[in-house]
Nanobody, 123 residues
Framework: VQLQASGGGLVHTGGSLRLSCAAS????????MGWFRQAPGKEREFVAA????????GYVDSVKGRFTISRDNSQNTLYLQMNSLKPEDTAVYYC?????????????????WGQGTQVTVSS
């Protein structure tokens, strides 16, 4: 499975961005998908995850109410709508996928990773 993230950029505080992640290859093996982020000098952290059906989602507390994860299985694409962006959201954002069919926020439990897209929020 290959994942290609896109949609990052530079926005002002309060702005919005929508990230996309296109999956290719053995996509039938994918169940949960997620977004993670890594700021300079910090560890990669969980942002959001979504089940194959889209019914089950989970978010880190710091983005609840501002970010929305979704997916379009017919297009093999994962999205992250980010609203009310803050400078502390600045990071490289990575999409990830896992074969297991249960929720997990752990970096080590994802099997496939995209290359990352930079999000910068200026104050």
């Amino acid at each position: 499975v290959q994942l290609q993230a896109s949609g990052g950029g530079l926005v002002h505080t309060g702005g919005s961005l929508r990230l996309s992640c296109a999956a290719s290859g053995r996509t039938f093996s994918i169940n949960y998908m997620g977004w993670f982020r890594q700021a300079p000098g910090k560890e990669r952290e969980f942002v959001a995850a979504i089940s194959w059906s889209g019914i089950s989602t989970g978010y880190v507390d710091s983005v609840k109410g501002r970010f929305t994860i979704s997916r379009d299985n017919s297009q093999n694409t994962l999205y992250l709508q980010m609203n009310s962006l803050k400078p502390e959201d600045t990071a490289v954002y990575y999409c990830a996928a896992r074969r297991a069919g249960y929720y997990s926020p752990r970096v080590t439990e994802y099997d496939y990773w995209g290359q990352g897209t930079q999000v910068t929020v200026s104050s």
